[in-house]
């Protein structure tokens, strides 16, 4: 399990909005510090590219799609979606993404402003990252066969790209969208 990195810091502490790994499990305890990237680490991410989002326009109708729901082969389809709290129309989405080939796949997740969002990311046939800029995360590099895992909640609508650093960026093929809707 890697460490998810926001904006050249990271957090221990899980649902904090930078990514949650928090657990004796993976040798982290849930004080919730913010500590200072490595000099190495800093070097390997390079600086965040600025601001990538893209706006939806109000005519564009985005289907949210719910567990058990056929979609088309790039949209993921939610493991789990829950209620996020009582009386609240937010859920908490959870949405397992596979890096094989240079790709992700799926490589679009669709949510409403206010979910949580959590993402599993299964490096298959070789290490991957993945950084989604917008919201500022980057992970370690996931070991071929390894997982990670981050989450965030989409308080803002809008189109937001994430790709993997390691197989080129944003100009690889290894590149998807959180969506965001209204």
Known sequence: MALIIAYGLYSKRSGSGYGGISG??????????????????KARLGP???????EIKPEEKIIVPEMGEQTTED???????????????????????????????????????GDTVRITINAVDKEYDFVLPDYGFATQPIAKGASTFLAFQALTSGKFIFYCKLCGGVD?????YVIVSP
Do not use: C, H, W
Not at 48 to 54: G, L, M, R, V, Y
Not at 83 to 112: C, H, L, M, W, Y
Not at 172 to 176: D, E
């Open 24 to 41: 004796p499990e993976n040798g982290i305890d849930a004080a919730g510090e913010i500590e200072a990237l490595s000099e190495a680490e």
């Open 75 to 113: 949209v993921a389809v939610p493991t789990n979606v829950q209620q996020a709290a009582p009386g609240v129309s937010a859920k908490d989405r959870t949405f397992t993404i596979e890096a094989k080939a240079g790709k992700f796949n799926p490589s679009t997740i669709i949510v409403k402003t």
């Open 48 to 54: 965040f590219p600025t601001i990538t989002k893209e």
């Open 172 to 176: 690889s093929t290894a590149v998807g």
